[in-house]
Nanobody
Framework: QVQLVESGGGLVQPGGSLRLSCAASAAIRSFNYMAWYHQAPGKQREMVASIDRVVRTNYADSVKGRFTISSDSAKNTVYLQMNSLRPEDTGVYYC?????????WGQGTQVTVSS
């Protein structure tokens, strides 16, 4: 059973930055891709960034130019660097990984952007 553990969430002022981490219990190169999802209060979960095994990245329009996804295969960890945070970025951020058509999810980490 693959486990994904997120960390790095917290309270930040608008315009601030946070870096989220997702540590995987399996080699991240074994995944087809990994992604970060955002679930705002009362809304559906939406993908904000993804990275595949050849390090191609993809971003939601709402975070382009502000968020950066990256990976460290030596640490089996994927990161989400979030800059210029806005109040609408508030919510729970989930790490997701796909391996042989099976989806894995972390428990989520809360990000609150507020003054």
């Amino acid at each position: 059973q693959v486990q994904l553990v997120e960390s790095g969430g917290g309270l930040v002022q608008p315009g601030g930055s946070l870096r989220l981490s997702c540590a995987a219990s399996a080699a991240i190169r074994s995944f087809n891709y990994m992604a970060w999802y955002h679930q705002a209060p009362g809304k559906q979960r939406e993908m904000v960034a993804s990275i595949d095994r050849v390090v191609r990245t993809n971003y939601a329009d709402s975070v382009k130019g502000r968020f950066t996804i990256s990976s460290d295969s030596a640490k089996n960890t994927v990161y989400l660097q979030m800059n210029s945070l806005r109040p609408e970025d508030t919510g729970v951020y989930y790490c997701n990984a796909m391996m042989t058509q099976v989806d894995y999810w972390g428990q989520g980490t809360q990000v609150t952007v507020s003054s």
